[in-house]
């Protein structure tokens, strides 16, 4: 999740509300705030689990400023090492033995959209970090947010860029097997089908 993103979410936790206690909300107390953060923290793609830290650390820097509205944020740190089963496994975790209040996270697509359903079905609210296929938040749910480019976005401004190089003839698209990859491939080439490239 970009700083921005966070602090979005920050200033709409900081805007005026009722009371909230302990039996009012799931995941908030009258002085803590828990939050998931699920993301590959080992495995292949390890590396990306960057994010998931930054996610973490963008929460302790408001705990060091005093939290919201007298709440620190409680931060659960969940892997789910970029793995489907492991993805959908973790979100139950979170939502049914952690209660979180809200699920701040997920880096890779394919994971992210196993996990969907689970997240959905338990009411949580949902800021998909990095995750950027287009059918993590549509069709619309009230409680998902993405707060990066979707893949439908970054396809169609892949598309209108080859289109903008003069005399090109032809254009080639490479691309890996996965929904991550899909996401970004299937808008880059509907894009080129409506401004007439023909496919092969």
Not at 58 to 63: F, H, L, P
Not at 71 to 98: H, P, T
Not at 122 to 133: D, E, L, M, R
């Amino acid at each position: 999740m970009s700083t921005r993103a966070v602090a979005a979410l920050v200033a709409a936790l900081l805007l005026p509300v009722a009371p909230l206690h302990a039996e009012d909300t799931t995941g908030v107390t009258d002085t803590t705030i828990n939050i998931g953060i699920p993301g590959p923290l080992t495995g292949k793609m390890a590396s990306s689990g960057a994010a998931a830290y930054g996610d973490a650390a963008i929460y302790r820097y408001y705990n060091e400023q005093g939290g919201i509205n007298g709440r620190k944020f409680d931060i659960v740190l969940g892997d789910d090492a970029c793995n489907e089963a492991k993805s959908v496994a973790l979100a139950k975790k979170l939502i049914f033995e952690d209660k979180v209040f809200l699920i701040n996270g997920n880096i890779c697509s394919s994971p992210a959209l196993a996990a969907k359903p689970v997240i959905e079905e338990g009411g949580v609210p949902w800021v998909i970090s990095t995750a950027v296929n287009q059918g993590l938040s549509t069709p619309t749910v009230a409680t998902t947010f993405q707060a990066s480019q979707t893949s439908l976005d970054i396809g169609n401004a892949m598309g209108k860029f080859a289109l903008s190089k003069p005399c090109v003839k032809k254009i080639a698209i490479i691309e890996h097997t996965n929904e991550w990859s899909k996401g970004y491939r299937d808008p880059a080439v509907a894009y080129l089908k409506a401004h007439s490239v023909r496919h092969h």
